[in-house]
């Protein structure tokens, strides 16, 4: 069985962010709470449920990642793409990804 992760959208913003172990939106992938079983992920698809109601996030999945060497990384190249930043210069603020990250 594969891990996974919960991820969304923030409401104010549009931020790509990631559940924590605390029960926190988070920006960074890496500190994203890990589940590895069946009971696991209901229980991460509940609480994005209950946040998606709450009006705290948009866009709400469970992603499929891969812990290498202590490093999270999502299996498909939309995910990584989320997690990394854009693909090309945006705006400031917001640096290009890791062409090695989002490698698929």
Not at 51 to 59: Q, R, S
Not at 71 to 96: K, S
């Amino acid at each position: 069985m594969v891990d996974k992760v919960l991820t969304a959208n923030r409401l104010t913003d549009g931020v790509s962010v990631w559940l924590n172990a605390a029960g926190e939106w988070v920006t960074s992938l890496q500190d994203a709470l890990v589940a590895r079983h069946a009971e696991a992920f209901a229980a991460l698809e509940e609480i994005g449920r209950k946040a998606y109601a709450d009006n705290k996030v948009v866009d709400v999945n469970l992603i499929e990642v891969q812990e290498t060497d202590g490093i999270l990384w999502p299996l498909r190249l939309r995910e990584r793409i989320r997690a990394q930043g854009p693909t090309m210069a945006y705006a400031p603020g917001y640096a290009p990804a890791d062409p090695e990250f989002i490698a698929v």
